[in-house]
Nanobody, 123 residues
Framework: VQLQASGGGLVQAGGSLRLSCTAS???????MAWFRQAPGKEREFVAL????????RYADSVKGRFTISKDNAKTAMYLQMNSLEPEDTAVYYC??????????????????WGQGTQVTVSS
């Protein structure tokens, strides 16, 4: 299994970025998610999309600003990030797993990870 995240960059507050995650070796029913990790902080959940139903979940901090989507034909996932804030600055990681879990998604629930892409939002 390989996941490849891309699309990060430097943007001013209020701007937008679109992250992409392409996957190989997984099936369309896999759940895929985005996490992020800021310097000195733990990796935190951002958003997920369930492969079987297409259902989505978001962290409260990004609701209404970020939109996650998935292309099952390509086993690719996207994160459209609008109204970016300096607090969104972090390395963003995509993750995938064949199982879905209840409750707040935790990093240790995902077996497959991409390498991360840096998002920097200047004030």
């Amino acid at each position: 299994v390989q996941l490849q995240a891309s699309g990060g960059g430097l943007v001013q507050a209020g701007g937008s970025l679109r992250l992409s995650c392409t996957a190989s070796g997984i099936f369309s029913y896999y759940e895929m998610a985005w996490f992020r990790q800021a310097p000195g902080k733990e990796r935190e959940f951002v958003a997920l999309v369930r492969g079987s139903t297409g259902g989505t979940r978001y962290a409260d901090s990004v609701k209404g600003r970020f939109t996650i989507s998935k292309d099952n034909a390509k086993t690719a996932m996207y994160l459209q990030m609008n109204s970016l804030e300096p607090e969104d600055t972090a390395v963003y990681y995509c993750a995938a797993d064949r199982y879905s879990y209840a409750g707040t998604p935790r990093p240790n629930q995902y077996n497959h990870w991409g390498q991360g892409t840096q998002v920097t939002v200047s004030s």
